[in-house]
């Protein structure tokens, strides 16, 4: 009765409200992927008709048989993940010794340095110079060039910055007693204290990589070399523009819509299998990295 009175009615007002909010929001968050998901197990009619609201229509599942028996998926499978996998290695390695270097107070030029990578957030030289470098360095259909061209990200260095210089001063310190150099003081101080900032770049890095579209469509030529998601606006492109495939539409089991909501619920399961094991570490990694004066 006590813990009852505690809260006024304003707070049960607002709690309430928050609650409604939240449900809202938690609403708007989740159709998207239950809508998918439906048009994907619709048959193509019901699909292009606009009749799919929140469960499957004459469910099928056509749609997946036509991506999973086409290689050309599984090739740009393949090559999502190596440029996930890759690309995420490959920025780690630069991330996680650059930002230990711009955390050190010691570092000769460290304001400097430091707007130097806050600039890049804001201003870059452009699509068209952008592009121009990549062709005048030889990574124009490369698949090394789209792992090594976006291997470095601002936002991460600053934040993991961020999350390095909030480690006592005093640990360094020990270690450097017992004999340890920077790169024993990184490795084995560093890191296994910064696993949650690490573990949240970490998820950056994976959701930026898989999600990579416009470049790879941009400076990759070859079939064989496209990731997923420039398969998916291919196979868009390739059904909407089949004369014959649009004028048996009435009588198809699938469509470009459930062909292409297949494709797309087939390339987020990687990602909603990765994310429960590093959630933990999101939300902390987050508020101590944050960004800070």
């Given at each position: 009765m006590m813990k009852s009175n505690l809260y006024s009615r304003g707070d049960k007002i607002f709690a309430l409200a928050v609650s409604v909010l939240i449900g809202m929001f938690?609403?708007?968050?989740?159709?998207?992927?239950?809508?998918?998901?439906?048009?994907?197990?619709?048959?193509?009619?019901?699909?292009t008709a606009g009749k799919v609201v929140l469960t499957p229509i004459d469910a099928t599942i056509e749609a997946y048989k036509y991506v999973l028996l086409d290689p050309q998926f599984w090739v740009s499978y393949r090559n999502t993940f190596i440029y996930t996998i890759g690309g995420t290695v490959?920025?780690?390695?630069?991330?996680?010794?650059?930002?230990?270097?711009?955390?050190?107070?010691?570092?000769?030029?460290?304001?400097?340095?430091?707007l130097f990578i806050a600039f890049t957030m804001w201003f870059n030289a452009g699509l068209i110079p952008f592009f121009l470098n990549m062709r005048d360095l030889g990574l124009l259909d490369s698949m090394f060039g789209i792992i090594l061209a976006f291997a470095v990200n601002a936002f991460?260095?600053?934040?993991?910055?961020?999350?390095?210089?909030?480690?006592?001063?005093?640990?360094?310190?020990?270690?450097r007693m017992d004999g340890a150099n920077d790169f024993q003081v990184l490795w084995k101080v560093f890191v296994p204290l910064s696993?949650?900032?690490?573990?949240?770049?970490?998820l950056f890095c994976i959701v930026s990589r898989w999600n990579g579209f416009f470049w790879a469509m941009v400076l990759l030529q070859s079939e064989e070399k496209i990731p997923l998601q420039v398969f998916l606006r291919h196979t868009i492109a390739t059904l909407s523009d089949d004369q014959e495939f649009t004028a048996t539409l009435m009588d198809a089991a699938y469509s470009a819509e459930t062909v292409t909501a297949a494709i797309i619920v087939c390339s987020i399961i990687p990602v909603l299998i990765v994310y429960p094991f590093i959630q933990k570490y999101f939300e902390k990694g987050i508020l101590l990295g944050g960004v800070k004066e």
């Open positions: 938690t609403v708007a968050t989740l159709y998207p992927f239950i809508y998918i998901a439906a048009v994907s197990f619709s048959s193509g009619f019901a699909a490959m920025s780690l390695l630069f991330i996680i010794p650059g930002a230990y270097a711009l955390s050190r107070p010691q570092l000769y030029g460290r304001r400097t340095w430091n991460n260095i600053i934040l993991l910055r961020n999350f390095f210089e909030a480690i006592p001063q005093s640990f360094e310190e020990a270690a696993k949650p900032a690490i573990a949240t770049i970490t």
